[in-house]
């Protein structure tokens, strides 16, 4: 009975943030601002000297409520605070906001993922997390084309510890978003054509990774044991 009405209250409370801060975001303008680098990086600066408690808060938001990629709101970030601020501000949300949606994906259940997460890219990613777990969240991290934050909410539903998770976002996820963060601060520049062969580099890499992680995981493993 009292985690029945544990569950329920953290229900009300979680429907009650995700509702407050969509209306927060939709009522001060951020998804129209969020159509550009320019106007996202306004949007940020008006909120000065809260500037970057501001960026956090959108940045967590992104992961958790709003459906914004972290690579764009970085993007913006680093236009505004420079490469290294941003890029630590928005890994801390990041780290912050993949342990809070796995958290409550693993309290709450099926029902709560389901309406985050359409049942399209449940059925997509859901057994793949389950059967090749570390080796595809741990490359699903590393490559910016995969839905970082959906992937979150979908391994709290698996039986990977939150030790094991914690550990593969904060190794795995800064490296994507501290790219966007110096193209965005104009320390990087990459050309279409760069980008074009990082990706199917990128795209090679996973692939075959996923053919062979388990041979590899299981030659490390013995590698280990043997030492």
């Given at each position: 009975?009292e985690?029945?009405t544990?569950?329920?209250?953290l229900w009300?409370?979680t429907?009650?943030?995700?509702?407050?801060?969509?209306?927060?975001?939709?009522?001060?303008?951020?998804?129209e601002?969020?159509g550009?680098q320019?106007?996202?990086?306004?949007?940020i600066?008006?909120?000065?000297?809260?500037?970057?408690?501001?960026?956090?808060?959108?940045?967590?938001?992104?992961?958790?409520v709003?459906?914004?990629?972290?690579?764009?709101?970085?993007?913006?970030?680093?236009?505004?605070?420079g490469?290294?601020?941003?890029?630590?501000?928005?890994w801390g949300?990041v780290v912050?906001?993949?342990?809070?949606v796995f958290t409550?994906?693993?309290?709450?259940?099926?029902r709560f993922?389901?309406?985050l997460?359409?049942e399209r890219l449940?059925?997509?990613?859901?057994d793949?997390?389950?059967?090749k777990?570390?080796?595809?969240?741990?490359?699903?991290?590393l490559?910016p084309?995969?839905p970082?934050d959906?992937?979150?909410?979908?391994a709290?539903?698996?039986?990977?510890?939150f030790?094991?998770?914690?550990?593969?976002?904060?190794?795995?996820?800064?490296w994507g978003l501290?790219?966007?963060?110096?193209?965005?601060?104009?320390?990087?520049?990459?050309?279409?054509?760069?980008?074009?062969l990082?990706?199917?580099a990128?795209l090679?890499v996973f692939l075959?990774a996923m053919?062979?992680?388990?041979?590899?995981e299981?030659?490390?493993?013995?590698?280990l044991?043997?030492g």
């Amino acid at each position: 009975m009292e985690n029945k009405t544990l569950k329920i209250l953290l229900w009300a409370l979680t429907i009650a943030i995700l509702g407050g801060s969509l209306w927060a975001l939709y009522a001060t303008g951020f998804f129209e601002a969020a159509g550009s680098q320019e106007r996202l990086g306004a949007y940020i600066a008006r909120c000065a000297p809260w500037s970057h408690l501001v960026y956090f808060a959108i940045q967590l938001a992104s992961v958790v409520v709003a459906p914004i990629p972290s690579n764009i709101t970085a993007a913006a970030g680093a236009y505004l605070f420079g490469l290294w601020p941003a890029f630590l501000l928005t890994w801390g949300a990041v780290v912050l906001g993949s342990a809070i949606v796995f958290t409550l994906a693993r309290a709450l259940g099926q029902r709560f993922v389901g309406q985050l997460v359409s049942e399209r890219l449940s059925e997509k990613y859901l057994d793949l997390i389950r059967r090749k777990r570390d080796v595809f969240l741990a490359l699903a991290f590393l490559f910016p084309f995969f839905p970082d934050d959906i992937l979150c909410i979908l391994a709290g539903l698996t039986d990977i510890s939150f030790k094991r998770f914690f550990l593969l976002v904060v190794l795995g996820r800064p490296w994507g978003l501290l790219v966007a963060c110096a193209v965005g601060s104009a320390t990087l520049a990459i050309p279409w054509w760069g980008m074009a062969l990082l990706g199917a580099a990128g795209l090679a890499v996973f692939l075959l990774a996923m053919r062979y992680g388990d041979r590899l995981e299981e030659a490390v493993l013995r590698r280990l044991k043997d030492g």
